[in-house]
């Protein structure tokens, strides 16, 4: 089936960015536009046309990152799950997101990519946009869930994705590095440990 021109620049992007991604986390800010290009099976030209040059093209893979190891899967979570099983859901899939061998590509990139930010105040408010909007996304998650005889607010559910996301960051990072084993027990309970009132915030 033929594509649309809608549809073939949205494909042309998408394996822009995704190229970018890779030669990102693997040459960081040395990564060369033709090197995209090529990977990506498209020209420089395409990369002008799409993104305006290599800047745009950064700019666009910043905004698109949304941190390490992804926890969007966490979206399948049964929908009449109260908090605490939420939660515990959530740090099981982001345990084994850490212990896949893939995951080390996907630190790599993120440090890949703080050190493109970093010194760059506009790819930096991008990266920022991307991370608070994950953090958004995940609140959903949490919000109107059971707990403790009421329902989570929005502010609440925004408060604990923020230390959540951080916290098994963290966690995940020591299992990534092979400093710390994947003990989901543990993961699970001290998410799970961050449910108090003093994290949530008044109701």
Partial sequence: MRLTRAESKAANKRALIEAAREIVGRDGPKAKLEDIAELAGLTTGAVYSLFGGKNGLIAAMVEDYVGPLDLHAAEACASGARLEETVAEI????????????????????????????????????????????????????????????????????????????????????????????????????????ITPRVLGPA
């Fill in 91 to 194: 740090a099981r899939r982001y345990l084994r997101m850490s212990a896949d061998p893939q995951a080390a590509g996907l630190l790599l990139f993120e440090t890949r990519v703080l050190d493109l930010v970093l010194d760059d105040p506009d790819l930096r408010g991008r990266l920022n946009a991307s991370i608070t909007s994950t953090e958004v996304e995940l609140a959903a998650l949490f919000t109107g869930r059971e707990h403790d005889g009421g329902a989570v607010t929005r502010e609440q559910a925004l408060r604990l994705a923020r230390a959540l996301k951080a916290l098994l960051s963290g966690l995940g990072q020591g299992v990534v590095l092979g400093a710390h084993e994947a003990d989901e027990e543990f993961f699970v309970q001290t998410a799970q440990a961050l």
